[in-house]
């Protein structure tokens, strides 16, 4: 909140360049890169629009796994831009080769660790460099990175089409605020940039962020906390029956055995939000699924205590 008062007496201008200097040299600290390859956006979703709007000006087909980030489907469709999503397996992995083989020529996209499984469909960045070398452009979804230490940002030097796309939306607790970043290549960044109107980041958007990123061991403490719990409750779950994949986010994917609609409202009735996949379009195949978010200890206790009365266990043999 400091850096937040200290810029609010600039809310009536679009642009504090003594603000934006110091924003991109905390960005530069943090990545690693020069300020070339850096550029920010009112959130990382916003970004996103961009690659959409990317992709329905260069007329280009988007390759993505499938399932992935929810608000994804809609958005093409809205855009008329067509996509191919790839299934993953029935543990979540992602078939490499395949991936690779339709990719030629397109638009990539590809979360890691994935959005709503959780897990990390790559262990290292030597496939995405694979992918920049046949795709027209890669993104490469990095909003948990904190939670996962994965990054494609050494490879943007080297691949001008690759964007590793970053929020402060959830390690460093700034949702509302709405900031997000890449990291990308020269011919990446001019795309992007040829789309957008300039100034959409608000000044106090912009100096929660400087006031986040000087904060680096708050953020650091928030996700072992975050990382301790998930994997708590994950392994309780698993204890009564309930599998999901292993999480490298602030999330875990639980495999409820049955439709999760139910289950879905009785925690709402009490006062506990959770993504049921079941509710939505494009996820049919899994209406089993209940992504949830990680808390505070004590509100996850209070989770499993829940939704433990809730379902009825099924049998261990």
Known sequence: ME????????????????LREELIEELEKYSGLPREY?????????????????????????????????????????????????????????????????????????????????NMLLANTDYVAKLAKVARYVFVDEVYYEFSGFTAKDLVPEFDNVVAVRSLSKAFSLAGARFGYVLAGKNAMRALNSLRIGFETPVTTQAAALGALREKA??????????STRDYVRGKLAETGFWGPPSKTNFILVDLNAPCRNTWAKLRERGILTMCLENTEDFGEYANYLRVTIGKRKDMEYFLETLLSILQPPRVY
Request: charged letters at 20%.
């Open 3 to 18: 850096y937040v008062s200290k810029y609010a007496e600039y809310m009536n201008v679009y642009y504090v360049e003594e």
């Open 38 to 118: 850096i550029e920010f956006y009112p959130s990382s979703s916003h970004v996103l629009t961009l690659m959409a709007a990317l992709a329905k000006a260069l007329d280009l087909e988007v390759v993505m796994p499938h399932p992935t980030f929810h608000v994804l489907y809609p958005l093409f469709r809205g855009f008329r831009v067509k996509y191919i999503p790839i299934k993953l397996s029935e543990s979540f992995e992602l078939n490499v080769e395949v991936f690779l083989k339709l990719a030629e020529g397109k638009l990539v996209y590809l979360a890691n660790p994935n959005n709503p499984t959780g």
């Open 218 to 227: 708050y953020m650091e403490r928030v996700v072992r906390e975050i990382a």
